[in-house]
């Protein structure tokens, strides 16, 4: 597995402009900004899966999409990696709990098989990437994105606040 290392700026400015809103507002300000800063990256990597037209539509590259709920077995995997994390708002980017998502990204050895072909070869399959490199090609401008679209919600939001405020105060 590699590591990617980024520089991120200018979140003490934001949380101090998000203390300034309702704790429910502000997650709306971070949910709606990283939805809109994801969905390109997930239209990347739907574009690079391969499609299997005899599945009638229920396929990798139809799974492929931004959300904020996991499988459960996604969800256990996520466990083991971020059980200590506070964040306060999480989206993802990526396949369905599809088994042969994984398999399509990062391909399989040649292997023996077992049970009712025991013995028999299996070729395995080739590497057919569609994450990494929707991520390599994005991920910049993901987080132009997100810094952009984070501003612009915040300032919708504050506001939004100011004024329902200013109507509580005249009422």
Do not use: C
């Not at 704790?23 to 800063?37: E, I, N, P, Q």
């Not at 025991?118 to 810094?147: H, S, V, Y």
């Not at 915040?154 to 939004?160: N, P, T």
Request: no cysteine; net charge positive; aromatic share 8%.
């Amino acid at each position: 597995m590699t590591s990617v290392t980024m520089k991120v700026e200018g979140f003490k400015e934001l949380e101090r402009q998000l203390e300034k809103l309702s704790k429910s507002a502000g997650k709306g300000v971070l949910r709606r900004s990283l939805k809109t800063a994801a969905e390109p990256m997930a239209a990347i990597a739907k574009s690079l899966a391969p499609d299997d037209a005899s599945t009638g539509g229920f396929d990798l590259k139809a799974s492929i999409k931004y959300g904020t709920v996991l499988s459960r077995s996604q969800k256990k995997a996520h466990r083991k990696m971020f059980r200590n994390d506070k964040a306060s708002v999480e989206g993802f980017v990526g396949a369905g709990p599809l088994a042969q998502a994984i398999f399509t990204e990062f391909g399989t050895s040649p292997f023996i098989n077992g049970g009712q072909y025991a013995g028999t070869q299996n070729p395995g399959i080739a590497a057919q990437p569609f994450m990494r490199p929707a991520w390599e090609q994005d991920k910049m401008a993901m987080l132009e994105r997100l810094k952009s679209e984070l501003w612009s919600e915040l300032e919708k939001s504050i506001i939004r606040a100011d004024a329902k405020a200013a109507r509580a105060a005249r009422g």
